[in-house]
């Protein structure tokens, strides 16, 4: 399926491609990319080198620069960021789009999380329940989506505090660029563009 996007249909920036294992059976054991294609996402059958097909792509509102995004662990849900809107002022503050691929062929935007802070976002990646996203200016932020289709905020470090959260996103900025979470003992690390490496461990939420 299709729809049209803002603007012309971009190049991709970045995509996640694995050995498809989700829920649309028709494409297990298939090698599917996941593009981030800067106005759009993209989603390509690449099993056939010499044959990529592309299998879906579709616009979303208030598009800027579609930039990154990552599957959940049962490759349902992909979440994925848009480095400018926040730039342009079409959101109220740092947006992550969730889309259900249920159906790879026909993706679906099943809601938008807006964070507390207006920082650009740039990269996330997902563990288990967790999202870790790195998002410039407001830092390393730690989302909960044991409700896959609705995230909600439950830590962050902040590594340029001196930023007031504005949504840099250039590489004269600060804060957060990227992270790694997947370590089998739990530790995170992310890069900030002038603060250096931090090395962090998200202790579990309290129970209430």
């Not at 690449?46 to 049962?74: C, L």
Request: one cysteine or more; aromatic letters at 12%.
């Amino acid at each position: 399926h299709d729809t049209e996007s803002a603007g012309a249909r971009g190049a991709t920036h970045d995509a996640q491609c694995l050995v498809y294992q989700g829920p649309d059976e028709r494409y297990h054991d298939r090698q599917i990319c996941v593009g981030s294609n800067e106005s759009e996402i993209n989603i390509a059958d690449v099993t056939d080198k010499s044959n990529p097909i592309t299998v879906a792509r579709m616009g979303y509102p208030n598009v800027a620069y579609a930039h990154q995004g990552w599957f959940d662990e049962e490759q349902r849900y992909f979440y994925m960021n848009d480095e400018t809107d926040e730039l342009s002022g079409s959101v109220e503050g740092t947006r992550t789009l969730v889309w259900d691929l249920t159906e790879l062929d026909d993706p679906i935007l099943a809601n938008e999380y807006i964070g507390p802070v207006m920082a650009s976002d740039h990269n996330l990646y997902v563990v288990g329940d967790r999202m870790y996203q790195s998002n410039y200016g407001s830092g390393l932020r730690v989302l909960d989506i044991s409700d896959r289709a609705n995230p909600h905020e439950v830590a962050f470090f902040d590594s340029a505090p001196y930023n007031n959260n504005d949504p840099g996103h250039s590489s004269g900025e600060s804060g957060a660029w990227s992270n790694y979470p997947f370590f089998e003992d739990g530790l995170v690390i992310f890069t900030s563009v002038r603060e250096g490496l931090f090395i962090m461990k998200v202790s579990p939420p309290p129970v209430s």
